[in-house]
């Protein structure tokens, strides 16, 4: 039962109850399409020219692919600013958990006209998977000088904000009581402690980056300029630390980090309260 004001059990079309993307992925193909695309933010839409179907242009361009297998419970949501695109104006990816809550695998929202940092392959081309095999430190540092964080190939569009009240409202109304996720970087941490979650795993990690970047903190001192990306006085913004942990700064690496986010509830966790706000 959806417990957010103003919001009800979803349906199919013949009445029945959906309580998950499994059953979702049941239906035939344009009925779930339709479901799935109430996930894409308006404000994207309309930057891309989306008819009210938010599939296609009004020209009838296919701008957005939804994967979504039956017998699976997962959701792949791709949109593109030309059918032609390599990369994704819009990226996600949710999958069913075995306690009946929603995982938030995968979101990213790039701006199709800012300029790409090939941060996602290493020197030689090669994929690095979030830089776990190898790094691109040429590209890395003009995306760092750019203002971006790390993992980004393009400047975002700032709709998360708008994207993650549909992720919870669609989420409510499958009738689950909880979104969980990993955060692949510290920034991705810190951003969603802002939309109310909390941590399975991780807090005692958190807390320690925010003491350890004090002065007298042993992260603080190996902010000493020794790589472009531990510039002293990066540790004051969240955008600094975080490119500082993605150059290893810390005794650990950034690993297992679970978060989770309660349907209506924020947690009000704040593991930066004294950072740079204001500041990338």
Known sequence: ??????NSQLLDAAGRPLRSLLAINRLDDLEKEVLYASLVPLRLRGLLGLAADG???????RLTTIIAPAGLALLRIEVRARPDDADTTFFLELADTQ?????????????????????DVDESGRRNWFASRGRNLPEELR?????????????????????FPLLERFTDALGMEMIVAE????????????????YLRGTRLMLEIDREFQPGGRYHAR??????????????TVRGRSWAIHDGVLDEPWDEVQIYKVIGVDA???TFPGRERGVR
Not at 145 to 150: S, T
Not at 183 to 198: C, H, Q, T, V, W
Not at 223 to 236: I, K, L, W
């Open 183 to 198: 955060p692949l970087s510290y920034d991705n941490a810190i951003r969603y402690e802002k939309y109310g979650f909390d």
């Open 223 to 236: 902010m000493d300029g020794s790589t472009p990306f531990r510039m002293p006085g990066m540790e004051r």
């Open 143 to 163: 995306a760092m000088e750019d203002g971006l964080f790390p993992n980004q190939t393009r400047r975002g569009l700032r709709l998360f904000a708008e994207f």
């Open 55 to 61: 599939l296609h242009t009004t020209a009838g361009e």
């Open 1 to 6: 039962m959806a417990k957010l004001p103003g």
């Open 268 to 270: 009000g966790i704040d």
């Open 99 to 119: 306690y009946h809550q929603m995982e938030l695998s995968f979101c990213i929202i790039c701006d199709p006209a800012a300029p790409r940092y090939d941060v």
